[in-house]
């Protein structure tokens, strides 16, 4: 009977599982990212050089949106671009301008609420000298 109700169970998982519809085939209402670079190509990051461009990314994907995305240093300052005017299905960037050591939050928000938010960080120099320059 104990086999029964085991298999019972995993069959139950299964079917909720076959059942639910993966977030990238619902389509998230937004789409917020770190990259380090600007252009639309830059991939997802949670660690950038110093030296590096950075770039907050964001896009809305249902509807045209007014949002504000704030940078939070390691130095506790907290920074915000408020009034950020996004198009439906198009990809902004905000230059994030740091290149402090440590950890960054950048936070994105729509209609007061907050919508997301991602870390990244900075990390520290190596002290190394650069060979071959």
């Not at 940078?71 to 506790?76: A, L, R, S």
């Not at 907050?114 to 060979?131: L, N, T, Y």
């Amino acid at each position: 009977m104990k086999g029964l109700k085991t298999l019972a169970a995993v069959v139950s998982a299964v079917a909720l599982l076959a059942s639910a519809t993966p977030v990238s085939a619902q389509g998230a209402a937004f789409r917020h990212y770190v990259a380090c670079g600007l252009s639309k190509n830059a991939k997802p990051s949670h660690v950038c050089q110093a030296e590096r461009d950075k770039g907050a990314f964001f896009r809305s994907n249902e509807r045209d949106v007014v949002y504000t995305v704030c940078v939070k240093f390691p130095t506790k300052k907290n920074l915000c671009a408020p009034q950020q005017k996004a198009v439906r299905g198009t990809l902004y960037v905000n230059k994030i301008t740091s290149n402090i050591p440590g950890k960054h939050r950048v936070s994105w928000f729509v209609e007061g609420k907050r919508i997301g938010a991602f870390d990244f960080v900075v990390p520290e120099p190596s002290g190394k000298p650069k060979h071959g320059k």
